[in-house]
């Protein structure tokens, strides 16, 4: 008897499976593609590959990385999974071989024993030339940036002594390094956290062990031009529940919201972990350093912000208190006090996927972007004003801010974001002027097909070496 195709849990629905790869040459555009967006849109994001157990939870699903490709005026689109061991393992068999999130124990007895947690399914990460599926509890998977082929994992150069990278890495704008971390880095799965730097030319230069307060979630971080925070969340790991079946991760409300903050002229011995009671963080806007206060922009909300995962009693969260708002979260390591200083919601900031303007990463900026349940906004931290790009008719993904130039002022450029058109088994991606929120699209890219929810991704401006390679598109 087939097996179904079951939707999968999501943050606030369900996500059903979509299932192909595509190639559109010249994607139909309504309006006109800006003349100094040229380069490669590239994003992440999971898509079942064959039926799922029952109630599977969508960051289970295998890697996806679509790329737009701006081209003077032009727009290609290409969408491939990636083809990890799991995924080549699954097609071999031609089906399910691996059972839930990060629980072999739920796995058919005839999955070979492999890289089996990673679907490289969250970040589309392009550094030194080269892009990357991450997943934060595995290695980066390396894919070819022009034709989507994958190709092998990548360690470094055997360099890597952790068993992952984080997927949220942070670039530095200003000497091009990449910041990263591990958890669960040695896999005991008790706390064991490692900081990873990486020279702009892909070289991995410094990685550190240290100890979380215990193992919790650390999904995103931050860095500051004098910090780095590593925030961990009471979602917790039991060995027991494992192998009896269960949830990787569940929630633990009696367990306190940790935060780590070094200084990065220090070393992980002088981490300094404050807690802030009733804040559990999702995702990193920016953050930045002010004299001895640190500021951390991030989405926070009331309680557990992944409602697929229940809580240590096996019972569901709140799902209306995990929705998260876009907070500043301040320490004051002038303080003695172990606690956050404040936690002040951006009035109207409620949603998720925030980004800023990469070249202000780690430092005081102004400009914040994300997704909200009725649009795409904008966050002003000067003057604490909310623009909105209104979707009447569709969902948001994950909006990302291409400037207009290299040195043009922060903010000024184009988002791009990704909107699912309800109903109607459509994407569209929209081009918005940055400096215009309420106005118009500039540009609206449709695809004829839907696309499944993205996780994260990023921008490559073309080069010229890109450009001659694009013609193979
Ligand atoms: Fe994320």
Redesign the pocket.
Known sequence: MPEPFYSAESFYGQQRALRFEADVRDCEVIGAIPRELNGSYYRAGPDSQYPTLDRDIIINGEGMVSLFRFEDGHVDFRCRYVKTERYKAQDAARRRLYGKYRNPYTDDPAAPRLDRDNTAN??AHYHHGRLFALREDSHPTEMDPDTLETLPTWDFNGALESTSVS??PKIDPVTGEWWSFSFFAHRRFDGDMMLQVIDKDGKLFRQEDFQAPYPGVA??FAVTREHVIFPVMPMTVDMERLTKGGDFYAFDPNLPAMWGIMPRSGTTKDIRWFRSPGAFM??VMNAYTEGSKVHVDCTISGTNAFPFFRDVKGQRTDPMKGIPTVSRVTFDLASNSDVASEVRPFPGAMGEMPRCDDRFQMSRYRYGFMKTRDGIARLDWETGVRSLHPIPDGSAQEPVLVPRSPDSAEGDGFILCVVNRLGKNRADLLVLDANAMEAPPLATIQLPFDQPMA??GCFAPRTSSGAQRAKAL
Do not use: K, N, P
């Open positions: 969250t970040y997927a949220h999904h995103d999702g995702h996780f994260h």
